[in-house]
């Protein structure tokens, strides 16, 4: 991949592009209002977008509330995967919570969902609870994994 990678904040112009990508990823994706309502609505939300070229390849939601960062989605475009770019996009969005304050973060995951699981124990998360038929889909239960940033 010869690609620029950057990053930038989602629009609601973007809203679109993102939507690909969802429905790309998630068996039950969100719909576009609820990105629309994070966007525009919700002032503790941030969307981060990882762009190869010209193109949105990924996006990571990160809600900072106070000194807590939550992640509410994550995900890169089928072409974009096994290249480290999921890697770069949760680095940055650890980043961008810690320059906002927050002093820990948290993340829901498929218990199925290893790969995911393996990278964000690769930046210090650790599992917290289960939340029981969390996802709606399959009622397929979520680990909840946390860091603490100070450490980071």
Known sequence: MNKTVSFRSMTVEDIEAVMRIEKATFPTPWSRTAFYNEVVINHFATYLLLEVGEEIAGYCGVWVIIDEAHITNIALHPD???????????????????????????????????????????????????????????????????????GN
């Open 80 to 150: 974009y995967r096994g290249m480290k770019l999921g890697e770069a996009l949760l680095k940055r969005a650890i980043d961008f919570a810690k320059s906002r304050g927050a002093l820990k973060m948290t993340l829901e995951v498929r218990v199925s969902n290893t790969i995911a699981q393996n990278l964000y124990r690769k930046y210090g998360f650790e599992e917290g609870s289960i939340r029981k038929n969390y996802y709606t889909d399959n009622q397929e239960d979520a680990l909840v994994m946390w860091v603490k940033l100070d």
